[in-house]
């Protein structure tokens, strides 16, 4: 997406309501819980659990629970995955969105310039599933422009 693209993008004004997780959310937070001594309530646990945004700085609270012998590292690529996927950021881009901490009580809002950049990567996910569709020769299922959310 371009710059002229993005500065003519308005934020989201209408909230979708809680993001349901996937089957594939599921397996990135299960991924995530596998290096912990005790799993994080923040993650997902069935398909009818909403995504919640990480709090800033939640790294460290994963870290604390993680298992001895784990490196970070592997805990770090387990979190920027799950926090990189569609799921995840549709559920940041929302108007009402809050960041939770690991227990998965609210602590804040997410900003304005986090719910922005998280629309305009789903935007550009929603963009790059339908040339891919397109390209196989199929259609997805999907609302590119986000007009659902204008």
Known sequence: MNNEQTSKMKPWVTSQGPVPASANDLKKAAAINELLTEPAAILPQQETDPILPFE????????????PGIARIRLRRAVAAYAAAKNYLLACAQPDAMRHDIA???????????RMAAQLRVTEI???????ADMAGGTPDIDIG???QD
């Not at 809002?109 to 986090?114: L, Q």
């Open 56 to 67: 800033i700085g939640i790294f460290e609270q994963f870290s604390g629970r993680l298992q």
């Open 126 to 132: 929603r963009r790059q599933r339908k040339l891919q």
């Open 146 to 148: 986000g007009t659902q």
């Open 104 to 114: 998965g009580r609210p602590t804040s809002p997410v900003s304005a310039d986090d």
